[in-house]
């Protein structure tokens, strides 16, 4: 795989872009904020509720009525674009008595 720096455009030798480098990665609005908050927590996760609360501080509506719904279609996505970069959202666990966690990891290297 071939990784290129998200401000330059030139190609990355080590297995991924520095962390920092993902603020340069082209993003929605929303997954800004998502990717910026899981950079600010990084190496450690976030919490789906705080990751809302990232996203819709600002809307007077509070967000879409099942925010952790919309989260999950807006993460599937971002684990694809930042694959490019050498970085991923690994799958939170779900089902009875798990909270949901998200953080950023860099892509195994075969």
């Known amino acids: ?3 290129h720096c998200p401000c330059c455009g030139h190609e990355i ?3 991924r872009a520095p962390i920092e480098a993902l603020a340069a990665v082209p ?3 929303i997954q800004r904020r998502i ?7 990084y190496p450690s996760k976030i919490g789906v509720a705080k ?3 990232a996203v819709y501080w600002d809307d007077p509506d509070g967000g879409p009525l099942e ?3 919309v989260l999950q279609q807006i ?3 971002l684990r694809l674009s ?3 970069y050498g970085w991923t959202i690994p799958a939170s666990p779900g089902g009875r008595g798990h909270h949901g966690l998200y953080g950023l990891a860099p892509v195994e290297q075969r």
């Open 1 to 3: 795989m071939t990784i």
């Open 13 to 15: 030798t080590a297995a």
């Open 27 to 29: 993003l929605s609005h």
């Open 35 to 41: 990717v910026d908050a899981m950079v600010k927590a």
């Open 51 to 53: 990751i809302v609360d």
């Open 67 to 69: 925010p952790e719904r």
């Open 75 to 77: 993460i599937y996505r």
């Open 82 to 84: 930042l694959t490019a």
